[in-house]
């Protein structure tokens, strides 16, 4: 029932995209932006040096933990893109490029989330809000609509994201620093425990192995970015 939902809703969309065409499509391209790693990192970057450097650290610590959670069942899940799993779905073309690694979660939609929720909790403007609300919405359906994610990639990855969000404000909020290095030394444990289970776990033969080997880099990635966080709060802490 749910495989026939998925298929139908993903092709209702398909009929929407082959039939409106560029206006819509180019729209929500630019929206599917906003979940990609670099441009986040950018204005997380903004946010820390240019308007809080707390709501920063609480960003970049949200970031770190819900990239993990993400590889970590995206390799355990091992679930295949739409198109793959049925060959009816055609998605949008130029949405393949940031569409690589297996399907669920969806990784554009947690690391979005993840972030405007984040912002959203700890914004003072109101228009800021808003925008962030806006964002929170059209980056998980620009997935969907672009044809490269399922509505249950989309919405695990969605509930993980406010979970650890508002799971993760109120250590920042309050700007307990013995919390936030149990944070940071919690990250780094993870991530080590992550790096082992990819090299160790009996990955089924049929695994893609272009996707294990970047959960394998993504994993000395995070925990190289964690570390960094940790020394660079320590040393501002200080100093």
């Given at each position: ?40 990192l950018?204005?997380?970057a ?6 809080d ?35 009816n ?8 490029e940031?569409a ?28 800021l ?7 929170m ?19 695990v ?8 969000a ?10 307990n ?17 992550f ?7 009996p ?35 200080k100093?």
């Amino acid at each position: 029932m749910i495989k026939i939902f998925t298929t139908a809703f993903l092709l209702f969309l398909q009929g929407i995209r082959e039939s409106i065409g560029a206006p819509l499509n180019t729209f929500f391209m630019n929206c599917t932006d906003f979940g990609n790693l670099p441009i986040i990192l950018f204005l997380i970057a903004i946010i820390y040096w240019s308007y809080d450097k707390k709501l920063g650290e609480y960003l970049l610590v949200s970031l770190s933990f819900s990239r993990l959670a993400n590889s970590f069942a995206k390799l355990t899940a091992c679930v295949y893109r739409p198109w793959m799993s049925d060959a009816n779905v055609h998605p949008y073309e130029k949405a393949l490029e940031s569409a690589t690694g297996y399907s669920f979660p969806s990784g554009h939609t947690q690391s979005s989330v993840g972030m405007f929720s984040s912002i959203l909790l700890g914004a003072k403007k109101k228009w800021l809000k808003i925008a962030c609300i806006i964002l929170m919405v059209l980056v998980p359906f620009s997935r969907l609509y672009l044809g490269v994610h399922t509505p249950l990639d989309v919405g695990v990855s969605f509930i993980i994201a406010l979970i650890l969000a508002f799971g993760l404000y109120p250590v920042f909020e309050k700007e307990n620093k013995s919390a936030i290095r149990v944070f940071f030394m919690l990250m780094i444990i993870l991530n080590i425990c992550f790096i082992v289970y990819v090299h160790t776990y009996p990955f089924p033969q049929d695994i893609d192995m272009e996707n294990l080997t970047g959960g394998i880099s993504n994993g000395y990635k995070m925990l190289g970015c964690i570390i960094g966080l940790w020394c660079a709060f320590e040393t501002d802490t200080k100093f």
